[in-house]
Structures are given as structure tokens and as C-alpha cells.
């Protein structure tokens, strides 16, 4: 049975089901959700019906599909598993929302690598078994675990508004350090539909992770670490952090203090799309804009500008400098690794 899975590729890996799918579930969603979004921002402020009307309703409906190729192919599934993997998508979407498309596809495209090219009617066995699998576990659990990630979510924005300063805590600490481990944040607030309150504060969180790190590592990383790590993803420090738990601590640390700032003095919000990304591609400044549009422009921009761009980096670097004074951060410890490093560290 062993050499059965291996040759099918089932690992049955706990890393492979809830690290490596999850993150390829935030590329499903950023590949149509996330850019339908910024089609349909783009299509508002030039007032171009097409990109509003017809793009942004497109992306909406491909968004299940998206999520499920997408763990399809991060799981190796063969071809004809892949393709109707889309079915799954659209039922697992329509039933469950994105955590119906990630059961059911993680079931569907196993079974159905298990049963691809076992039989001489391949052709038909494998996309009816697929489909057939993946729908039926989206009916079969698709609304009870959406329905508990809605509960759970709604669960977390109730506390964040009655305990704002301890949940600002909790919230915009816990969402950053799960943008920087190999978990993407992004799929996690969405699962959770993550809005208001709660939502600003893991914006918060995460910005302090990404522009923290940029900062902080920009005299070892130069200015091409420093967009990569802005603009990109804190994820990058991950072999680092591995060495090295310390270096978690500054950003971290700054969350902890912004956090509650935006959930007391100066109230932040965002919506589920927007909450996990940080300052990704600046989503989460833009899904920040088109949440909070019914406050002045002004002051929401001097508080994106100063919560979740400045004393993010400001914080991060004093708290840096403080530890690196008493070697608990050494020179060195932030320099991130080159492809062909990273590439000898996995083959031995």
C-alpha cells in the first residue's frame, strides 16, 4: 500500500494538506478574487463599465475553479484530474465558499489520483470519480463548515468590538506571524470572512510583519530585498526565522502595540479580501481605501500612511536595533538566501 500511494503521490503529509494547499488556495484566490478586485477599483474610479459589469462578475464566478486547480496542481495531480477539479471548485464554492472548495478538492483530486490510469476506460473513470467524490463530499460538509467559519469569524469581530484593546492585540499578532510562517493569512481572514474591526487589525499585523522585516533587513538585503519583502511577502525570512526565532520578535512586537491603536484611537477597517494581504501589491491599502470610503479620504490615507506604512517600519527597526545591542540579533541573521542556496539547503 505503501508503494501504491507513493506511486500515486499521496503522501497523506499534514505540511502538504494544510501548508502546501492552503497556500496554493491564496494563489486560486489571488489569481481571480483578489484581481477581480482591483479590476473592479480600477473599472469605479476611470468609470469603465467593462472592467465593473463584465470582469469583476467573471472573477467572482471563477474564484471556486481557481482554488481548486490550484490545489490540484500543488498536490501533482494528474491531467485529467486536474481538469475536472474545476467541477469540484464550482460546487465547492457555491456549497461551502472557499473552505467547501479546499475539503472537497483536497478529497477529490486524492481519490482521483488513486483510481488515474488503473483501468483501460481511464478516459471516463477518472473525471467521474473525481467529480463525483469532490461534489459529494461539498454537499456533504461544504455548509456545516462554512456555516462554523462564519460563526467563528463572526465570533472573533464580536470580541475584537467589545475588547477591542486586548483582541487588537491578539488579532493583529496572530494574523502577521501566520503571514510570515508558510500559512497564508490571506486564505485564513477569508475563511473566516474577517471584516471590520478585526479585519483593520489584521491588516495592521500584517503590514507590521512585511514592512518590518524590509526595513529591518534593508543594510544586509538592499533595495531588492526591500521590495520583496514589502511589496511581496515576509515569508521570505522563513529559513531565517528557523535559525534564529528572535528576529519575529520586532515585528511582532510592533503589531502588538498598532494593533489596538487601530481597533481604539483611530478605528481601522478592511474586508475579507483585504485583511490578510498587508501591503502585498499595496491590496491591502486599496481594499483599506474601498472599505473605509465613507470617511474622509484625507484621514484615511494619513492613517494608512502612519498605521500601516511608518511606525510599522519605525517600530520594527528600534525594537531591532535594542536587541541586536544585547546579540540577540546578530549581523547576518536577516540576509535572506539566494535561489541556489535555498536550493543546496533542501537537497541536503
Known amino acids: 500500500m505503501k508503494d501504491f500511494l507513493k506511486k500515486k503521490h499521496v503522501t497523506l503529509s499534514p505540511k502538504v ?8 488556495m491564496a494563489y486560486g484566490l ?6 477581480g478586485t482591483l479590476i473592479n477599483t480600477l473599472g ?3 468609470g469603465w463599465a467593462f472592467l465593473t459589469d463584465t470582469l469583476w462578475p467573471l472573477a467572482q464566478k471563477a474564484t471556486g475553479p481557481a482554488i481548486a486547480v490550484s490545489i490540484a496542481y500543488i498536490l501533482n495531480a494528474p491531467d485529467l484530474v486536474l481538469f475536472a477539479s474545476t467541477v469540484i471548485g464550482l460546487a465547492g464554492y457555491e456549497l461551502g465558499g472557499p473552505v467547501g472548495v479546499y475539503v472537497a478538492a483536497l478529497v477529490g483530486v486524492e481519490i482521483g489520483k488513486l483510481i488515474s490510469k488503473e483501468t483501460v476506460i481511464d478516459l471516463i473513470l477518472t ?5 463525483v467524490s469532490g461534489v459529494l463530499v461539498a454537499q456533504a460538509v461544504g455548509p456545516y463548515i462554512q456555516n462554523f467559519m462564519l460563526y467563528l469569524g463572526k465570533l472573533v469581530m464580536t470580541m475584537t468590538n467589545q475588547s477591542p484593546l486586548i483582541m487588537g492585540v491578539l488579532v493583529s499578532v496572530v494574523v502577521g506571524i501566520v503571514l510570515t510562517l508558510p500559512i497564508s493569512s490571506a486564505a485564513l481572514c477569508m475563511m473566516l470572512s474577517l471584516s471590520g474591526l478585526a479585519g483593520g487589525a489584521a491588516t495592521i499585523g500584517c503590514c507590521c510583519q512585511m514592512v518590518g522585516f524590509a526595513v529591518m533587513s534593508y543594510p ?11 511589496l511581496g511577502t515576509s515569508m521570505l525570512q522563513m ?3 528557523m535559525k534564529n526565532w528572535r528576529i519575529l520578535l520586532p515585528p511582532s512586537l510592533a503589531a502588538a502595540i498598532l494593533g489596538p491603536i487601530a481597533t481604539t484611537v483611530y478605528p481601522m477597517m478592511n474586508n475579507p479580501l483585504g485583511s490578510g494581504m498587508g501591503t502585498c501589491g ?10 473605509m470610503a465613507s470617511e474622509p479620504i484625507s484621514q484615511v490615507l494619513l492613517a494608512i500612511l502612519f498605521l500601516q506604512i511608518l511606525l510599522p517600519a519605525i517600530l520594527s527597526t528600534l525594537i531591532c536595533v535594542f536587541m541586536k545591542k544585547r546579540s540577540w540579533i546578530k549581523e547576518g541573521d536577516l540576509t535572506l538566501m539566494d535561489l541556489d542556496a535555498i536550493k543546496a539547503s533542501q537537497e541536503a
Open 30 to 35: 489571488f489569481a481571480t478574487l483578489l484581481v
Open 282 to 291: 499595496l491590496v491591502g491599502q486599496i481594499t483599506t481605501l474601498q472599505t
Open 127 to 131: 473525471p467521474f470519480v473525481t467529480v
Open 239 to 241: 529559513p531565517n526565522i
Open 44 to 46: 469605479q474610479i476611470l
Open 220 to 230: 544586509e538585503n538592499g533595495f531588492s530585498g526591500l521590495l520583496a519583502q514589502g
Open 17 to 24: 494538506y494544510f501548508i502546501d494547499a492552503l497556500g496554493a
